[in-house]
């Protein structure tokens, strides 16, 4: 059989197609009426697979490139309307090609959550299902008024290793465990449970596949990076996260990202998306697949230089495994390889039934009668529940960094001088991949909402060397009975695109806070920023009485803050990542892949980090104190198992080591959450060492003052298991310590044996290119 030419003619037809997409409107197919009546797609007793290729193998060959991009014009001819893949939802509905805000009324916002970054920081993984499952249902709203598509480029689960990179607010931190956990709850929230049948309620997008966390740093862009990383590296730190998101949470699609992964696109790296991601997790093709970061596909050729021309750029990637091209270089090159037969049909069939059979498991062919999700609508966003949700994440997940017993602050201040660049936020608080939010409410305004007489007097700007309001802010402070400085970093710092040279605070807002600290009075000072910056001269300084961080805390930021400072809520939240001192930031570059210590790397993260952070992952203060002890004392010595199972996709790293119990008293007297954090450190495995790992955490609600709960800490050998140089997870005898928190007048120690012979408990792919 002759092969079908393409190109000129299939060019026409894809810009039409693409030109009649542009103006999206949310549409649904329609089942009861011809052409789509009688077709299989619309077979709700068949699966999905079968029901997507019924109606993909009716597709020209024009049609099935055509529809590889992110704005797929859809096959009117087939009654299938156009639709647009790319939605944005990290903390909220969000404003993105895909997402439409009214301009006043009905869906004009959407609840705004905190960032991920601030959220993680209250390890409460209840909450963040909580959260996803309100952000599930506002988007379910969204699409049914044509507002929104049904899938949602996010969470976003690179680990947060370097604090100059731009985007790591929109992450829950440096470690994979606990960013596993939060990926784990944050997937069922939004695609209603694992693996939901009959429907998906949203689709989830874990993101960015793999080792991305660089923007553009010293002349290095991630459009065109390299990222070069061990297999151990791989396997112990930069992708636990997302064998969570794919293998347990069964997420529905991933997102390749800009970089190189030892010397192939991620998005061309058949590696990744074939031997990891679906031979190894079961990535399978029943609803699930992947798309491109935005523009990905186009810098396999544009900027990597990987290939020799556009043809072999998009032919690389649609054969490695990369079903959705969120740009446009499959519609404008695809003619091109498949002329050259360089793809095949079967190879668009491929990619299309992936996607189409996700539609198929939203409902997206089935009548609105039998689907529950299509009768939501804008009642159902920004309730009172949604509202109070996320309040409590903003209360939650905010850190008391220091505190001399200045807050909550005494009955006997009244009037506060705020002041500083983050005093009066509103937009600010939200952070990046933003909506609409019904409101904002600033710090300064939190304090007012709480009683307090307050002033704002900006005194300075985060950037530049802007000294001209000081003597405006300490005249504010002279007249008020205590002071707050709201400052630290935001999107003109820290973004995405951006990355950091310096970790320091800029400008001159240390210069204005020296100042104030000075006028005699108590001093708070709220950082704000997803990235953290160096605190040593405010911890140092005896008259800087308290710091608390507060990220982006979203819609009901200042309401959280207002609350903590006048004692009406307890702060319990822990750090999610190191506090660096500034020098980190000269002794190791961002192109740095490596996560262990060596002659030119101090190490990465609190695992690995070799000098004296500034305030340590974990840390994090309360208005009262408690006093742990082990509820059973656990054993002195394990027998390593024997006979794990570690063949390809096997679970064995999920299996029990053994659940410890922490009795938790309150022995202050503020009724207070409390978040416990179980760490393990050992002489197992290969060198160096790790300082300690997170195994298990929990978060304990409203212990009061004098009362007392229990933290079951379940560890799993996953959590006990080391990675080999090759990547495989081992078991290893050896001496071990378990700690419980972070801080000497609260930590509770035990030291056990494991005996017996290391085990393997996983095998890691390995690379053959």
Not at 83 to 91: C, F, G, K, T
Not at 117 to 132: G, Q
Not at 439 to 458: D, I
């Amino acid at each position: 059989m002759a092969k079908l030419q393409v190109g000129t003619v299939a060019g026409i037809v894809v810009l039409c197609l693409l030109r009649r997409a542009s103006a999206l409107t949310y549409t649904f197919p329609d089942c009861t009426v011809a052409p789509l009546k009688g077709n299989a797609v619309c077979d709700t007793t068949k699966d999905a697979t079968t029901r997507a290729r019924a109606i993909i193998e009716q597709f020209t060959v024009d049609e099935l490139m055509a529809n590889t991009v992110n704005l797929s014009p859809g096959v009117p001819r087939l009654g299938l309307p156009s639709y647009q893949w790319w939605s944005e939802a990290l903390h909220g509905v969000a404003g993105s090609p895909g997402v439409t805000f009214a301009a006043s009324g009905n869906f004009s916002f959407a609840t705004s959550f905190p960032q991920p970054i601030v959220m993680s920081a209250a390890f409460n993984d209840e909450l963040i299902k909580e959260v996803a499952t309100i952000i599930s249902t506002e988007s379910r709203a969204f699409n049914n008024f044509g507002r929104a598509g049904i899938d949602f480029f996010t969470p976003n689960i690179n680990p947060f290793k370097d604090p100059r990179w731009g985007r790591g607010q929109e992450t829950p931190g440096e470690d994979p465990f606990h960013i596993s956990q939060y990926v784990f709850n944050l997937v069922q929230g939004l695609q209603g449970g694992l693996d939901p049948k009959p429907y998906y309620k949203v689709i989830a997008d874990c993101k960015h596949f793999a080792a991305y966390d660089l923007e553009n740093w010293n002349g290095n862009n991630r459009m065109s990076f390299d990222a070069l990383v061990t297999p151990q590296d791989l396997s112990e730190y930069y992708l636990p996260p997302f064998q969570t998101c794919v293998r347990d949470a069964k997420v529905a699609s991933v997102m390749c990202s800009y970089n190189s992964v030892n010397g192939i696109p991620s998005c061309a790296n058949s590696y990744l998306l074939q031997n990891i991601l679906r031979d190894h997790w079961g990535f399978n093709d029943d609803g699930r697949w992947v798309t491109s970061d935005c523009d990905a596909v186009d810098n396999i050729f544009s900027t990597h230089k990987f290939t020799a021309d556009y043809a072999h750029a998009v032919a690389d990637a649609l054969k490695a495994g990369t079903d959705v091209d969120c740009g446009t270089a499959y519609s404008l090159h695809l003619p091109d390889a498949f002329n050259q037969s360089l793809i095949t049909r079967d190879d668009l069939e491929k990619a299309l039934t992936r996607q189409y059979s996700s539609l198929v498991r939203l409902g997206y062919f089935d009548s609105p009668k039998v689907q529950p999700f299509r009768q939501l609508d804008f009642s159902d966003v920004n309730t009172p529940n949604a509202q109070a949700l996320a309040l409590q994440a903003a209360v939650e997940g905010i850190v008391m960094l220091k505190n001399d017993g200045t807050l909550p602050f005494k009955k006997s201040i009244k009037k506060i001088a705020f002041i500083g660049p983050w005093a009066n936020a509103t937009t600010q608080m939200q952070g990046n991949y933003q909506g609409t939010a019904p409101f904002l409410v600033s710090p300064l305004q939190g304090a007012v909402n709480e009683g307090f007489s307050a002033t704002f007097t900006p005194g300075t700007t985060i950037l530049g060397n802007v000294t001209t309001g000081f003597a405006d802010a300490l005249a504010a402070a002279k007249a008020a009975d205590a002071i707050v400085f709201a400052g630290g970093i935001d999107e003109s710092v820290e973004r995405e695109g951006m990355d950091r040279m310096s970790i320091t605070w800029p400008g001159v807002q240390l210069d204005l806070i020296a100042q104030l600290a000075a006028v005699g009075k108590p001093l708070v000072v709220m950082q704000f920023g997803g990235g953290q910056v160096d605190d040593t001269a405010l911890k140092t300084n005896s008259k800087v009485n308290s710091i608390l961080w507060a990220g982006y805390p979203g819609q009901s930021g200042g309401t959280a803050l207002g609350q903590i400072i006048s004692g009406k809520a307890a702060p319990a939240g822990r750090l999610v990542t190191t506090q660096y001192p500034a020098e980190f930031a000269d002794q190791i570059g961002m192109t740095d892949m490596t996560i262990r210590p060596s002659s030119t790397n101090p190490g990465r993260t609190y695992k690995w980090y070799t000098g004296t952070p500034v305030f340590q992952f974990g840390h994090g203060l309360h208005f009262t104190s408690f006093a742990l002890s082990w509820q059973h004392q656990p054993a002195t010595k394990y027998q390593i198992p024997k006979g794990v199972n570690n063949a390809a996709g096997s679970t064995s790293d999920l299996n029990e080591f053994d659940t410890f119990n922490v009795v938790v008293k309150n022995t202050g007297k503020v009724t207070s959450d409390y978040v416990a954090l179980l760490f393990l450190s050992g002489s197992g495995g290969p060198a160096p060492l790790p300082n300690k790992q997170l195994v298990a955490y929990t978060r304990l609600g409203q212990i009061r003052a004098g009362g007392q709960s229990t933290a079951s800490l379940k560890v799993t050998l996953g959590s006990v298991a080391r990675a080999d140089a090759k990547g495989n997870l081992w078991v290893y005898p050896g001496s071990y310590e378990l700690t419980v928190d972070t801080g000497v007048e609260r930590s509770l120690t035990h030291k056990f044996e494991l005996v017996g012979n290391a085990v393997q408990i996983s095998s890691f792919p390995q690379d053959s290119s």
